[in-house]
């Protein structure tokens, strides 16, 4: 995840807290900054109904929508990418399999098993900010220093949600295995949702030692593939990575030498968004009821529900978020090529939804790289979701110009 953007608000909520170090003036451009912000995602998402998506409502203690006409669905039953937002379906997977017996969550991994997983240069530094989390240093290959240590398997679940480590979701992912997976997103009603696999696979199947060079033909086939959920290619690269020695040191040498950079920099800013259609989509609809299950404590069992939201509420680069927006706040978000997406469920401290429990999804899917890495840098999904949340600013230009789309 990135924290970028949270890092301002936390500055804007010291200046407000402490009431030092800036003027007036300098609070007001600040505020107008990230005004701008929101408008400019709201913008994007009015103009691209096909590759964006918004549903916000406010909903009661069985997880059901209120109808208090504060509601918005916007594209809400398109299936979009995901990106990291669909760990969420992990940690529910996780949860069940953990209320069921069937998992141990202080089960030690050894991180020499965890790190079987762990391609570096592929999440942002997630993993190294979980490590340090738990006092593990990382080399500079991201791999940890000490690879006799264990963490939890509870831990490990944590880093997956608070960092968005990817090493730890495809670890889970094998250990539930697909059978699991799925029946856990039928029970949670993710009908629409397509099959979660490994990440490791499109990672590698992008970031590939052996086809160095981008290959429009390659990812037509295997994109077609994977529609169809054939999933047998990314498949073969991870037991590849997993299982043959050469073939692994080969790739790992390939990522941090450099090479991996300057291949991905020769790679056009559509080729990367052309690939990302490998990972699983969903609709914003679906995983708007899944967070308000899992909000009223509905999603499955009370059990489940009440181990997820830990979890979620407690992501540590959200409480500038908790300080100043919300007295309950649990969220997780997805970033890729092109991609911003958040889940979420909140109770605002303000506006005229203030003290009511809403839910918020927001998907963005082929953002041009200038508003994409604008939009990152200011974590602008996560601006968007206050105004969604409280029912005001930014909620109102999209309920005011629905009607007119087509």
């Known amino acids: 995840m990135k924290t970028r953007g949270k890092k301002a608000l936390l500055s804007l909520s010291l200046i407000i807290v402490l009431g030092v170090g800036a003027t007036a003036l300098g609070i007001v451009y600040f505020i107008r900054q990230l005004n701008d912000r929101k408008n400019q995602l709201a913008e994007f998402i009015l103009a691209n ?28 039953d398109s299936p979009l990418v995901m990106a990291s937002t669909m760990k969420i ?14 998992l141990d969550p202080n089960e030690k991994v050894e991180i020499a098993d965890l790190e079987r997983y762990y391609l570096p240069m592929t999440d942002g530094g997630a993993h190294v900010e979980g490590l340090a989390s738990l006092g593990l240093a990382a080399g500079e290959d991201g791999f940890a220093r000490d690879q006799t240590a264990e963490v939890s398997l509870d831990d490990l679940t944590r880093i997956m949600i608070h960092y968005s480590g990817n090493a730890e979701a495809d670890y889970l992912i094998a250990r539930l295995g697909a059978d699991k997976i799925e029946s856990v997103m039928l029970a949670a009603g993710l009908k629409s949702h397509t099959p979660i696999h490994s990440t490791l696979g499109v990672a ?9 060079s981008f290959r429009a033909d390659h990812f037509q086939t295997l994109i ?5 959920g054939d999933t047998r290619y990314l498949e073969h690269l991870v037991e590849l990575y997993l299982h043959d020695q050469n073939w692994r040191a080969a790739q790992i040498e390939f990522m941090v030498s450099g090479l991996y950079a300057r291949t991905l920099a020769q790679t ?30 509905k999603l499955i069992s009370s059990e489940v529900s009440t181990r997820m939201q830990q ?62 890495s604008t939009q990152l840098k200011s ?28």
């Not at 077609?224 to 169809?228: A, G, L, P, T, Y």
């Not at 605002?348 to 203030?354: F, T, V, Y």
């Not at 602008?380 to 629905?402: E, N």
Request: with cysteine; glycine share 6%; hydrophobic share 45%.
């Open 89 to 102: 379906v992990v940690l529910a997977a996780y949860t069940d399999a953990v209320s069921r017996g069937e």
């Open 311 to 372: 979890k979620l509420e407690s992501v540590p680069s959200d409480w500038p978020l908790r300080l100043l927006f919300y007295d309950r706040f649990g969220a997780k978000d997805g970033v890729t090529a092109g991609v911003l997406t958040l889940a979420s469920y909140a109770v605002p401290k303000s506006g005229p939804q203030a003290g009511h429990a809403r839910v918020v999804v927001v998907l963005t899917n082929q953002l041009d790289y200038d508003l994409w």
């Open 379 to 406: 974590e602008g999904h996560y601006l968007i979701h206050t105004d969604l949340a409280r029912a005001s600013g930014v909620f109102r230009k999209l309920a005011a110009r629905l009607p007119e789309l087509p």
């Open 268 to 297: 056009t800013w559509s080729d990367q968004l052309y690939v990302i259609q490998l990972l699983p989509k969903a609709t914003a609809r679906e995983y708007a009821r899944l967070m308000a299950k899992i909000a009223s404590g």
């Open 204 to 212: 590698l199947a992008l970031c590939n030692h052996e086809i160095p």
């Open 224 to 228: 077609r593939d994977v529609s169809k």
């Open 49 to 76: 109904p096909v590759s964006a998506a918004v549903v916000a409502y406010t909903f009661d203690e069985n997880g059901e929508l209120v109808d208090d006409g504060y509601d918005l669905f916007y594209n809400a």
